[in-house]
């Protein structure tokens, strides 16, 4: 069973750039398709960007296409969220989710595996 542990969240000025990391265990992810997702208070959790299992295939958000880049380290079985240009309606937790079937898919609903998550806070 794969569990996977996010980092790198904190608080940052509007303009600020972040680095969140997504650390799997128990089995390699290196055929899993990777996402990242966010929960801002009040709403559904929604999804941000997701890259394919050999990392050649990567999908936004139209909210954050253009500033934030993913990315994965198969070797390292990590999956990274490169954000630039933070606004603060890019505050929320940030979920890294894994897809057991190699599924790059912007529906939450395919992702077998999710972190605990990482507290993101823009302020302005």
């Known amino acids: 069973q794969v569990q996977l542990v996010e980092s790198g969240g904190g608080l940052v000025q509007a303009g600020g750039s972040l680095r969140l990391s997504c650390a799997a265990s128990?089995?390699?992810?290196?055929?899993?398709?990777m996402g990242w997702f966010r929960q801002a208070p009040g709403k559904e959790r929604e999804f941000v960007s997701t890259?394919?299992?050999?990392?050649?295939?990567?999908y936004y958000a139209d909210s954050v296409k253009g500033r934030f880049t993913i990315s994965r380290d198969n070797a390292k079985n990590t999956v990274y969220l490169q954000m630039n240009s933070l606004k603060p309606e890019d505050t929320a937790v940030y979920y890294c989710?894994?897809?057991?079937?190699?599924?790059?898919?912007?529906?939450?609903?395919?992702?077998?595996?999710w972190g605990q998550g990482t507290q993101v806070t823009v302020f302005s």
């Open positions: 989710a894994a897809s057991m079937w190699g599924l790059s898919t912007s529906a939450k609903d395919e992702y077998n595996v």
């Open positions: 128990g089995r390699t992810i290196s055929n899993y398709g």
């Open positions: 890259i394919s299992w050999s990392g050649g295939s990567t």
